[in-house]
């Protein structure tokens, strides 16, 4: 499968082996094309030139945390329609309420299932 049949998907994440389990994941499954950032302020400037057909964002990471970058995202008219799925353990009932009444499609609860995110992400898309 080449580059241009696989969805794009940009992960925001802070801890490394997080990012790593997740990336490994997702592109084993062989339908996405995945690009890592460890943080928001990364994110913001990766998503211009990666344009993602989806991004999975961890909610809490130091300096910018994922809902703070999703508002950063929404205001650009160019980011402002990618979906974004929040990937948190952060997810009380109200918590995820929250992420999706600012915006963000689906929540998937950490710790993730790395036989099943691809599997996942394909579902909520």
């Known amino acids: 499968m080449t580059n ?17 389990v997740a ?15 460890a943080s928001g302020d ?3 400037k990766v998503v211009p030139q990666f344009q993602p057909d989806l991004i999975l964002m961890d909610v809490m990471m130091p300096g910018m945390d ?32 929250r992420y999706l009444e600012r915006g963000a499609i689906s929540v998937i609860p950490k710790p ?5 995110l691809g599997d996942l992400v394909q579902e909520i898309w």
């Open 4 to 20: 241009a049949k696989l969805q794009r998907v940009l992960y925001v994440e802070d801890e490394p082996d997080i990012r790593e």
């Open 42 to 44: 990364e994110a913001l």
């Open 66 to 97: 994922g809902l703070t970058t999703m508002d950063e995202l929404r205001k650009n008219p160019t980011t402002a329609a990618i979906p974004i799925v929040f990937m948190t353990a952060k997810v009380q009932a109200a918590e995820v309420s």
């Open 23 to 37: 990336r490994f994941a997702l592109e084993y499954s062989g339908r996405f094309q995945v690009r890592i950032c």
């Open 112 to 116: 993730f299932d790395p036989r099943t």
